[in-house]
């Protein structure tokens, strides 16, 4: 069995999903409310253990997760598309492919508005006015309006990776220091 099959049938699903409620939401005129809902769903999944426990455990049923999924999603105030299709989602037990929903939703709203997403991660936390100084840095390299999405990985020591597209800049520190390492194997 080749070992990327169960990714690319997680991406196939949530790509139909997004596009769904992207035509949806383009209908609708409400895709600035839905690439918050995105983002909204994605700090949900990366703040919350029981959030993640109840999209990826199979131990609740069907509908104690829809129904979960459904007063979840209007506590957070997710545009009715949003929480419709989550609601579907549950009874259909794909919740499992809600960060791939999120991340497709937002680069196919991207595209619409003529934007591009820079995948960037930094040792620590960026304050406003550095994001907004990466952001027109990072604008000016590549021609178009950038959003960024926001990592933190101290195991970088410092500086950041960037990545946009198919090109990937990174200046860690961790990365200079394996470098160097490896240098210094091919010296001794």
């Known amino acids: 069995m080749d070992v990327s099959e169960p ?9 139909r999903y997004a596009t769904a409620i992207f035509e949806l939401a383009r209908e609708d005129g409400s895709l600035d409310k839905i690439a ?3 983002d909204t769903l994605t700090a949900a999944l990366s703040e919350s253990e029981a959030f ?8 609740y049923p069907r509908d104690q997760q829809q129904a979960a999924i459904g007063a979840l999603a209007d506590r957070m105030g997710l ?12 009874s259909k037990r794909r919740l499992f492919v809600l960060r791939d929903l999120a991340r497709q939703l937002r680069e196919m709203i ?23 100084q990466l952001s ?17 990985d101290e195991s970088l020591i410092g500086g950041l990776v960037v990545k946009v597209g198919s090109k990937m800049i990174d200046t ?9 390492q490896n240098s210094m194997k091919e010296v001794g």
């Open 79 to 90: 545009h009715d598309i949003t929480a419709n299709t989550l609601r579907l989602m549950a």
């Open 172 to 180: 860690s520190i961790r990365s200079r220091l394996d470098s160097l």
């Open 52 to 59: 993640r426990d109840l999209v990826h455990s199979p131990v």
């Open 36 to 38: 918050d809902d995105a």
């Open 136 to 152: 027109q840095a990072l604008k000016e390299a590549v021609g178009r309006d950038v959003n960024i999405n926001l990592s933190v």
């Open 7 to 15: 990714a690319s049938i997680s991406s196939g699903i949530a790509e």
């Open 110 to 132: 991207a595209r619409e508005r003529g934007e591009v997403t820079a995948e960037v991660t930094s040792a620590s936390e960026l304050s406003d006015a550095q994001r907004d």
